[in-house]
């Protein structure tokens, strides 16, 4: 599993939309779909991204690393 399918996981169980996402850590609509496609946010975007969505560093890590 990547990480943007993690996010956007969470995003869908949450009810909420990427663009609600965006508006949150400050980027465009247009930017977090690209980020969303290419599986590119930086550590610094992942951090705000777990903040804002309440995601366990820990858990995300381990549902990512069992699917590799």
């Not at 779909?33 to 599986?39: D, G, L, P, R, T």
């Not at 590119?40 to 804002?52: D, H, L, M, R, Y």
């Amino acid at each position: 599993m990547k990480i943007a399918e993690y996010i956007l996981e969470v995003l869908n169980s949450q009810e909420r939309a990427k663009s609600w996402l965006a508006d949150k850590i400050n980027i465009s609509k247009q930017a977090i779909n690209y980020k969303f496609k290419s599986n590119s946010f930086t550590g610094e975007e992942v951090f705000k991204i777990t903040k804002v969505l309440n995601i366990n560093l820990e858990e995300m890590r381990e549902k990512i690393e069992e699917e590799l």
